[in-house]
């Protein structure tokens, strides 16, 4: 059984650059996607960057190519989430969400096992 867990959210200024951090239980770690998502208040949930199995390929939602950066380490069962340039407009609670599959996805639907959520709050 896969258990997900998120953290490392909090409060920043725009401008400002934060890692959140996701760590997942079970041995198959590494023969699933892993994607991160944030939801706004009374919005639904968005799509931010997903990683393929084996780290080789990632994909970007277009509010945040070249500002985040999602990377893997599959011997530590981790998967940061690097935010640099952070904008009021990013502010959300972010999940980390695995895929029972390697192959890398937008959708949230295509994830089965997800974190708690972090809150990420940046200031104007």
């Known amino acids: 059984q896969v258990h997900v867990a998120d953290s490392g959210g909090r409060l920043v200024q725009a401008g400002d650059s934060l890692t959140l951090s996701c760590i997942v239980s079970?041995?198959?770690?590494?023969?699933?996607?892993m994607g991160w998502f944030r939801q706004a208040p009374g919005k639904e949930v968005e799509f931010v960057a997903s990683i393929n199995g084996i780290g080789s390929s990632t994909a970007y939602s277009e509010f945040v190519k070249g500002r985040f950066t999602i990377s893997r380490d599959n011997a530590k069962n981790t998967v940061p989430l690097q935010m640099m340039s952070l904008k009021p407009e990013d502010t959300a609670v972010y999940y980390c969400?695995?895929?029972?599959?390697?192959?890398?996805?937008?959708?949230?639907?295509?994830?089965?096992?997800w974190g708690q959520g972090t809150q990420v709050t940046v200031s104007s």
């Open positions: 079970g041995r198959t770690f590494s023969s699933r996607a």
């Open positions: 969400a695995a895929r029972r599959w390697p192959d890398l996805s937008r959708l949230p639907g295509d994830f089965r096992t």
